[in-house]
Each structure stands twice: as structure tokens, then as C-alpha cells.
């Protein structure tokens, strides 16, 4: 009845729920002992509660539990309404609540730090922030990848760059764990303030370390790197870091080679290209079809052809224009043969809607 009522939003009826509950004790209980399933029912409530922001409802219904279970509540009871506090902008009732916590004896843990840390950034305390990080490790709570994240997060909204980098290199020594969100909080927090150069030395080392996270995309840095004209620059970190076996995403590759393109080096684009298609990484039919224009724009319509071979193999998409700028490039050549096989093979596809438009391909061939 309870998880009815909180799921289909009648709370008011909840809150009655709950009276009647306080008012009728289970009869399942073992003698003196209240029924196991009492606090699960309540914590349930107070969660609905407290997701809309219902405080008081939230309050009174952990009051009504503490009345009614044996022993001290569960610890995460405690962390989620202090949570929902910080949540609604009312950290002082948070920090009240955590007091409440420690008066009952409910040992805090790493997520109640977290917690109240979020919470004193929330509101530009910052001072107060360290001070509970330090607290946590007299009191033997180890600080895990999210204390770390919400840390470096604030060290960086007061400017300081350099004891936020500490922080993140602190972790690698706990063996804590870079996290993806983590390298994403440092590589955005130094770009917007132009420090680019020192964001991609900062990813080049973690993966030196072997510690960068195999699901952190870097393609922010390297489309920062291209827009600035630093293509090698660019195209030399993805290498580093792919040696490394940090594979890059298929949008990373993509703007590396539309960099490559931008400052007309086909070669690299093309041996980019040739290593995704061979590393199973899929290129979008846009970027693949501009490279084949670009390689039949300079005569190599046989090397865009064979490229496409291994492309169609991979699993790209070989549309209508792939096929058109295989055409126009055995046209501008004058390889009749090889690009009345290619309209061919766009027959047997059904690529060509009608006879119109195969003719039309025939005749720029120079075929009658």
C-alpha cells in the first residue's frame, strides 16, 4: 500500500498510511522485537517524501520510525535526507540533521562526507569543505572517486587550478581511480580558461601512467587543438594514447581528420582512415565520402575504390554518393572500364532509382 500510494503521487494518503501504522503496531513482531519490515516501509516513505520536497512530511515520518523500530536506523536513511537538503538549497536543515545523526550514534560514512562536502561548495564555503574532507580521514572514512570529483570541482570554481591537480594526482597515489568524470571536470575546467596546452600534458601523462580511464573521450581536446591549427600536435597525442590502448572514439577521429583535411593533409587523413577502418572503428558516411572526394579529386580514384572495399567490409554505410564520387573520379581520369563497373555494382544494388539516372552515369563515363 505504501509504495501504491508513493508512486502513483497521493502522499496526503501516505501521511494517513503512516498514523495508522504508528497507531497499529504489526502483529507479525517476534515478542518485544518490531517487525523487521517496518524501516524498509518508512525509508521508502521518507524517500517519496523527500524527492518532492515534502520536509516536513519527510521529518515527521522518521520520527514515527525511530518510534517504532529496534536499534539505531540505517545509515543511508540519514545520508538521503541530509542529501535532499542540500539538494533544495536548505544545507543549514542538512548540517542540523547530520548532528541529529551523530547524537543518535549512527556512524557516518563516505557518502554522508560527500554529502555535506557538495553541500558547503554548494554554498561557497569552501574552507569548511576541506575541513570535513580532513575530518573524514581522522575518522577513518576513506574518500572514494566522488569525494575526489566534488573536491577538484571546487578547487577549480575558486581558481585553484594547481591544488586541484594535486587533488587528482592524490588519487592516483590512494589508488582511488581516475574516473572518466573526473578527467572530463579537469580537461573542462582548464580549457575554459584557455589552458589547453596544459590540459592535453595532463591527459598525455595520465595515459603515460597507464591510469587514464579506457571510457574518457578526449575529443574536446583535440577539436580545441585542431580549431587552433595544432593538427600535429593533435594527430601525434591520439597516437600516443592509442599506443597506449586507449582507443579513440569514432567523433575523435572524425575531427582529427577533418583537421588533417583542413590543412590539406590527405595523406595523414587517409592513413587515419585505413587504421580505423582496420581497428573496427566506424567513420560516418559523411567524413568517409569527403576523403574519397578529396582522394579522387587528385587522381587516386583505384586507392578510393579499394579503400571503399574495406569501408563496405567494416560495416560503413555506402550510399548514393559514394558511388557518384567513385564515378566522377574514374570519369575525370578517363577509366571507362572501372567506372562502368562501379555503375554496375550500383545497379546490382539497387543504388540507381531508374534508367534516367543510369544512363546520366554512362554518359559522363563517355559510354554510349
Do not use: Q
Not at 495508522?20 to 523487521?36: E, L, R
Not at 554522508?112 to 561557497?124: A, P
Not at 569548511?128 to 574532507?133: D, K, S, T
Request: charged share 25%; glycine share 8%; with cysteine.
Amino acid at each position: 500500500m505504501v509504495r501504491t500510494l508513493a508512486v502513483t503521487h497521493r502522499l496526503d494518503s501516505l501521511s494517513s498510511l503512516l498514523d495508522f501504522i504508528v497507531s497499529n503496531p504489526c502483529p507479525c513482531s517476534d515478542g518485544i522485537f518490531s517487525c523487521s519490515r517496518t524501516e524498509p516501509i518508512f525509508r521508502f516513505a521518507i524517500n517519496s517524501f523527500c524527492n518532492v520536497g515534502r520536509f516536513d512530511d519527510a521529518l515527521h515520518a522518521f520520527d514515527s520510525m525511530r518510534k517504532l523500530v529496534d536499534g539505531k536506523p540505517n545509515v543511508a536513511i540519514y545520508n538521503n535526507m541530509i542529501h535532499i537538503f542540500v539538494k533544495y538549497d536548505k544545507f543549514e536543515k542538512g548540517l542540523e540533521f547530520y548532528g541529529r545523526m551523530i547524537k543518535d550514534r549512527v556512524k557516518p560514512d563516505v557518502v554522508t562526507f560527500n554529502i555535506l562536502i557538495n553541500g558547503y561548495f554548494r554554498s561557497s564555503k569552501f574552507g569548511l569543505a576541506l575541513e570535513v574532507f580532513k575530518e573524514m580521514r581522522v575518522k577513518g572514512c576513506v574518500p572514494n572517486v566522488v569525494t575526489f570529483n566534488t573536491l577538484i570541482k571546487g578547487f577549480f570554481r575558486e581558481k585553484k587550478y594547481k591544488e586541484g591537480i594535486g587533488m587528482a594526482y592524490e588519487m592516483i597515489e590512494l589508488g582511488c581511480g581516475l574516473s572518466s568524470v573526473t578527467c572530463d571536470i579537469l580537461v573542462d575546467g582548464l580549457t575554459k580558461e584557455g589552458r589547453v596546452s596544459e590540459a592535453c600534458d595532463i591527459v598525455l601523462d595520465f595515459s603515460r601512467k597507464g591510469v587514464l580511464p579506457t571510457k574518457f573521450d578526449y575529443f574536446d581536446l583535440i577539436d580545441r587543438l585542431c580549431d587552433k591549427g595544432n593538427v600535429v600536435k593533435a594527430g601525434l597525442m591520439v597516437d600516443e594514447i592509442w599506443e597506449k590502448g586507449n582507443a579513440p572514439s569514432p567523433i575523435t577521429c572524425t575531427i582529427l581528420i577533418e583537421g588533417f583535411r583542413r590543412v590539406g593533409n590527405t595523406e595523414a587523413a587517409l592513413k587515419l582512415m585505413d587504421k580505423m577502418l582496420k581497428e573496427s572503428i566506424v567513420p560516418d558516411s559523411v567524413t568517409f565520402n569527403c576523403l574519397l572526394g578529396d582522394l579522387c579529386n587528385s587522381g587516386r580514384t583505384v586507392e578510393a575504390n579499394t579503400l571503399r572495399m574495406l569501408a563496405s567490409k567494416k560495416g560503413v554505410c555506402i550510399d548514393e554518393v559514394t558511388y557518384n564520387i567513385l564515378v566522377s573520379g574514374y570519369s575525370k581520369e578517363g577509366k571507362k572500364t572501372e567506372g562502368k563497373a562501379i555503375v554496375d555494382e550500383m545497379l546490382d544494388n539497387d543504388v540507381i532509382p531508374d534508367i534516367f539516372t543510369y544512363n546520366s552515369l554512362l554518359k559522363r563515363l563517355g559510354i554510349k
